[in-house]
């Protein structure tokens, strides 16, 4: 399987992932522009009104309806970071036609569909609809505070916001609450007409389907933009290390559960050759459920339920995380450093080696069964600006050293602990629990 | 074809270009082998185990015997551990699988994904879950795991949501206890009681073994005769408590620290038949039902979100097994209160109507849709046909079956059930303001 990349204009690229395993064909439109604390907010909202209809389909019903016509085609929006480039769009998932019943054209239909969601939305006057745009923003801000409602996610993003605090990574992809409220449904229109021309646009394909007729379908959607767009340059500041004392930071928050996190700089990003090195070390240090952390912290002194190691390719930030008891923060924050360091000193066994690698290689080539991962490591890759496959990786971690893993382990540093303190009782909830229901 | 003799039953069907084999195995187990060309190979090895027979005896016994809410679970995180001291983890990772266990209300899976080795990790898996260890350290010690498993559901509004849910609409079921038990009820677990529902429960008469991939079944088959020993036949009695058709109390609330009110409402089905193929029929109008009720194409839907009282779509859950039945919906709301009373009047509504027959094949042709991208990967093929088995049913069906329900179908359940008597709320509210 060899990714195909074809020009569409200046600045726009196909990228076809051939693939003839599955029963739905995925295509993706990506935008890529700098994650920027003055437009963070507006591509976030972008999004979501184009999804509520389009100039045939003026309402999300009717677009809903359309696409079940289409047997169900999903088209999803999102909106994401990676390292400091903002990265929004849409995407269609479609049952290939041999499934259908009729002789509908899926692609061609659902690609219809797509193009007014890009191109023609609902308008009133020349510009988006007020009614949209206000009712969209009530729901982003809604959105952003709904946060707090997942707690581990929350505890993982306030550890990488203080621990980037001045850097444009810690940029929210959504923008903050009072930028999305200070938005005009006019500022929104302006930049609906510049956006695009002003994004890197990477187009994705995974399916079977004749390479040149897609090829033929994507230019036929970017007709709009068919003199090209003008790629902005995509960078990210790296902080290889951590450069003072770790930052301590810890919030209460009713809960039952505290929340550790521990925000280190990785030292190792994508583009470097041997990032394939870090990624072994993340595996056997906080991968897999044979992993230090998992073997020590959870399984050797019972102090939780899941402690893991994420790491953040682009911006170079690893994240330690567990949910303990409040009054085992210390024991469990001295436990995962401790484990660092046993690793760079390289006390872990062959067998443990042999088992990470063999763990990150089976992850690798499970990524080939699920459109949505094949796309990620791509679209990924071109951002690190490097091609190579799954499987070219799995070659090269076969033959990394214990030494190459243990130097990767010596170039994490810790930068900020964030922990949220638990402050509800932990029994609070079993008072009254059984109510009696016998009749 | 690589099929060499007839020991294996064939089943086959031209519209999902899917097939799958078929063998019960003289130790007692169905086993169940889907070929298909894909990276990723997937077994799971489960048995007819759940959160909710926390009550059972073998046919003979005189009486019932009551075991702590959560033990099928505990005994899912305590099957990892080997009397060699060697964690089932570190066996597999020597060829590379990645491996996991789910407990549900109905069922105990023990399952792995893998891109090579398929059958000597097969071996594995079903060495292991064919040798239980227990001793009182080693329970001990999950108690310190499964607390904080328990404490980190608990911060999660939507699973409180759920239960507190599940709690409103049902007065005695079991469904109502939480699949992990609580930390009180975790804490009367021993070794003992672990190995008395393990040698009930672990009957290979109880289990099942799917296996989905690019997979020989001549192998599965040498594997099950090299690792598995006849299971003695044996006949569970599981106790399930009458329950009304109605619901036990229409309301529960409670505070969180959340950004504003959630809610999940339920509407509870107490007729279930008796039949596999039927209740897999009530299944496929039960999702057609809610998709075209409460999905994002649905007037309902459509209807609250221009009014500004939804912001996101619907979480949809239906469900029809021979235990439990129902239909929930749940999102975020400032007023929850007002939705629920939208939902009454619009169920009257649609009741007094009847459903659009041209939208329901509309809808019905989706939902064929839906089940076409199910069988895309080798997990979801073999869990949905675990649960689907266990239920009398089969996966392979479920797309014909589909697509012979009709609008009466759907008519003749709305009316049925959609009555006050049968709805619940459960809402959970921001602590501050």
Redesign the interface.
Same mark, same amino acid.
Not at chain 1, 145 to 152: E, G, P, Q, V
């Given at each position: 399987m060899q990714l195909l990349k074809k020009t569409i204009a200046e600045g726009i690229t196909l990228n076809v992932i051939p693939a003839d395993?599955? $029963?739905?064909d995925r295509i993706s439109v990506n935008f890529l522009t700098p994650l920027d604390p003055e437009k963070a907010a507006l591509n976030a909202l972008l999004v979501k009104v184009l999804s509520r209809g389009t100039k045939s389909w003026p309402?999300?019903?009717s677009l809903?309806?359309a696409?079940?016509?289409i047997?169900?085609t999903n088209l999803s929006d999102y909106n994401y970071k990676r390292g400091e480039t903002q990265i929004f769009g849409f995407s269609l998932?479609m049952?290939k036609s041999e499934?259908a019943?009729d002789d509908t054209d899926i692609i061609s239909e659902a690609l219809r569909i797509l193009s007014e969601v890009l191109f023609s939305p609902a308008l009133e006057n020349g510009g988006l609809r007020t009614d949209y745009v206000e &009712?969209e923003k009530?729901?982003l801000i809604?959105?952003i505070?709904?946060?707090?409602?997942? $707690?581990?996610g929350w505890a993982l993003e306030r550890c990488v916001e203080e621990m980037c605090a001045g850097e444009r990574h810690s940029v929210s992809v959504t923008g903050t609450i009072e930028q999305v409220e200070k938005i005009k449904p006019e500022d929104l229109t302006k930049h609906y007409k510049n956006i695009f021309r002003n994004c890197r646009i990477e187009i994705f394909y995974v399916g079977d389907a004749d390479i040149d007729r897609i090829y033929g379908l994507m230019k036929n959607l970017m007709t709009p933009l068919s003199d090209g767009v003008k790629a902005p340059a995509l960078s990210v500041d790296v902080k290889r290390k951590a450069e003072n004392e770790p930052k301590e930071i810890t919030e209460d928050?009713? &809960?039952?559960?505290g929340k550790l996190v521990l925000g280190f700089r990785s030292g190792s990003v994508l583009e470097d050759p041997d990032y394939h090195m870090f990624k072994i070390f993340c595996e056997l240090y906080g991968g897999?459920?044979?992993c230090k952390l998992f073997e020590n912290v959870?399984?050797r002194l019972?102090?939780?339920?899941?402690c893991w190691a994420s790491n953040e390719a682009f911006k170079g930030i690893m994240l330690v995380s567990s949910?303990?008891?409040n009054t085992d923060k210390d024991k469990a924050q001295d436990e995962i450093l401790r484990q660092l360091k046993l690793v760079a000193e390289g006390d872990f066994s062959e067998?443990e080696l042999?088992?990470a690698k063999?763990?990150l290689?089976?992850?690798y080539?499970?990524i080939?069964?699920?459109k949505g991962s094949l796309e990620a490591w791509y679209l990924g890759r071109l951002l690190a600006g490097r091609e190579d496959s799954p499987l070219e990786n799995v070659d090269k971690i076969m033959k990394v050293t214990r030494e190459e893993v243990m130097q990767k382990a010596a170039g994490v540093s810790l930068d900020t602990v964030y922990f949220m303190h638990?402050t509800e009782k932990?029994?609070a909830?079993?008072e009254g629990?059984e109510e009696d229901?016998s009749? | 074809m690589f099929l060499t003799n007839t020991v294996f039953k064939v089943k086959e069907n031209p519209?999902l270009k899917e097939k799958y084999y078929y063998i019960h195995h003289k130790s007692g187990l169905d086993v169940y082998v889907f070929p298909k060309?894909?990276?990723?190979s997937y077994a799971i090895f489960g048995t007819r185990y759940g959160s909710i027979d926390n009550k059972f005896r073998l046919k003979g016994d005189a009486e019932y015997t009551e075991v702590p809410d959560g033990i099928a679970h505990f005994l899912e995180h305590k099957m990892f551990e080997n009397e060699d001291g060697v !964690?089932t983890?570190?066996r597999y990772?020597?060829?590379?699988? =990645?491996?996991n266990a789910y407990t549900s209300f109905q069922l105990t899976a023990y399952l792995f =994904?893998?891109?090579?080795n398929f059958y000597e990790n097969l071996d594995i898996l079903l060495d292991f879950v064919t040798h239980p260890y227990f001793t009182p350290e080693t329970v001990a010690?999950?108690q310190?795991?499964?607390a904080?498993?328990i404490?980190?559901r608990? !911060?999660?509004?939507?699973n409180v949501l759920i239960f507190d849910l599940l709690k409103n609409m049902y007065?005695?079921n079991s469904v109502r206890k939480e699949i992990a038990g609580?930390?009180?009820s975790i804490s009367k677990i021993t070794a003992d009681i672990l190995y008395r529902c393990y040698n009930v429960f672990y009957n290979l008469n109880n289990m099942s073994l799917c296996v989905c991939g690019d997979i020989d079944p001549e192998k599965v088959l040498a594997v099950c005769d090299s690792v598995l020993l006849a299971s003695p036949d044996i006949e569970i009695e599981r106790c399930r408590e009458p329950e009304k058709p109605e619901v036990?109390r229409s309301r529960s609330e409670r505070k969180?620290?959340?950004?504003?009110p959630?809610f999940d409402i339920g509407i509870k089905n107490t007729d279930i038949p008796e039949d596999g193929t039927e209740r897999m029929k009530g299944s496929a109008v039960m999702s057609i039902v809610s998709d075209m009720l409460f999905g994002?194409?649905s !007037?309902f839907f459509?209807e609250l979100?221009?009014e500004?009282l939804l912001?996101?779509n619907l979480s949809l859950w239906s469900e029809n097994n021979r235990d439990f039945s129902f239909f929930t919906l749940g999102g975020?709301a400032d007023e929850p209160e007002k939705i629920f009373e939208r939902f009454t009047s619009h169920m009257e509504k649609i009741k007094s109507e009847g459903l659009d027959e041209k939208q329901f094949a509309?809808?019905k042709?989706?939902?064929v849709?839906?089940t076409?991208?199910g069988?895309?990967?080798?997990s979801s093929i073999a869990n949905g046909f675990l649960n689907s088995v266990f239920d009398g049913g089969d996966i392979l069906d479920y797309a014909d079956i589909l697509g012979k329900v009709t609008v009466e179908d759907a008519n003749s359940l709305i009316r049925r059930i959609f009555a006050e008597r049968n709805y619940a709320m459960s809402v959970v509210r921001p602590?501050d303001n």
């Open positions: 395993k599955f $029963k739905t309402d999300m019903k809903s309806r696409l079940d016509d047997y169900g998932g049952l499934y019943v &009712a009530k729901n809604d959105d505070k709904a946060r707090i409602n997942n $707690k581990s928050i009713l &809960a039952k559960q897999s459920p044979t959870r399984e019972s102090l939780c339920y899941y949910g303990i008891e067998e042999e088992n063999l763990s290689c089976n992850g080539k499970e080939y069964d699920q638990g932990a029994d909830a079993e629990e229901v009749d | 519209y060309k894909m990276s990723v !964690d983890f570190k990772a020597k060829y590379g699988a =990645s491996a =994904s893998c891109t090579s010690k999950e310190g795991i499964i904080q498993e404490r980190m608990e !911060d999660r509004p939507g007065a005695r609580t930390v009180e036990y969180m620290k959340v950004a504003r959630m994002s194409s !007037d459509n979100y221009e500004g912001s996101n975020e509309s809808f042709r989706v939902q849709a839906n076409v991208r069988f895309e990967s080798t602590v």
